[in-house]
């Protein structure tokens, strides 16, 4: 029998994989949410409707690797602000990553695919990751791992047509009005969805937060 110090973990409950039943789809949302806003909920609230998802996972990240760190707030910070914009009784908000070891997104959904195959796991983010999306590491690995919802924003509807990823995956591309069958397709496959948009910004939200 093992020792009550034998089970006990040094990382705090919000790092841990959320609970979910085989065959769950599992939209995962990864971000900085610093701080998070509307646009964050309204993009995880059109992906579990127009996914028919069981759960978003909210995933904080402990940092995005394309980005300046300076400004960024503590992870249990994030954590906690994130927490309560996602309170609803199907999203769940972890940073799993840091058990992981990993900010990188083509690492851990790999990890996540391992450690959950019986899951239906789907790639959740906004149209201005679209347009970026090349700049990731091991993208195409990222396109060919898990099937990707992406949520129009404002300024960034045309990466549709013009983000490398939208042009090399087009053959991959399926009609929103089909996005409930997204979760269960192989990848690669995407779809973009066309929702009420949120102008919102944490950029703007922090310098509000500094003037
Ligand atoms: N208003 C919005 N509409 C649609 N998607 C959004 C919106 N805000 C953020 N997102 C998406 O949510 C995810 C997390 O975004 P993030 O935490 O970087 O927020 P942000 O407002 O873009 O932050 P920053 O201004 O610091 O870059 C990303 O996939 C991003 O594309
Ligand atoms: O893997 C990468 O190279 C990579 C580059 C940029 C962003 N990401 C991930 O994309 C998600 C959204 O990041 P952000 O900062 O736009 O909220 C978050 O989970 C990041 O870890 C990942």
Not at 72 to 95: E, G, N, Q
Request: overall charge positive; proline content about 8%.
């Amino acid at each position: 029998m093992s020792s009550p110090a034998a089970t006990r973990t040094s990382h705090p409950d919000w790092v841990k994989l959320p609970h979910a039943e085989a065959g769950n789809r599992i939209g995962i949302f990864g971000g900085s949410f610093n701080p998070p806003h509307s646009g964050h909920r309204a993009v995880a609230m059109t992906a579990m409707k127009r996914l028919k998802l069981d759960q978003v996972w909210w995933l904080v990240t402990p940092g995005n690797p394309l980005k300046d760190a300076a400004d960024l707030a503590p992870l249990d910070k994030r954590i906690h602000m994130t927490s309560a914009l996602a309170d609803h009784p199907r999203m769940r908000v972890t940073a799993h990553e840091v058990v992981l070891g990993t900010p990188y997104t083509a690492e851990t959904l790999k990890r996540l695919c391992r450690k959950r195959p019986d899951l239906n796991f789907v790639w959740i983010m906004g149209a201005d990751n679209l347009a970026s999306f090349h700049r990731w590491q091991d993208w195409r690995t990222i396109m060919d791992s898990v099937p990707v919802a992406v949520v129009d924003r404002p300024h960034a509807s045309l990466s549709v047509l013009f983000a490398p990823m939208a042009q090399t995956y087009g053959y991959a591309r399926i009609d929103e009005g089909d996005a409930v069958i997204l979760p269960h397709l192989a990848a690669p496959a995407w779809t973009f969805l066309h929702a009420p948009l949120d102008g919102n910004s944490s950029t703007e939200l922090r310098k509000r937060q500094t003037t």
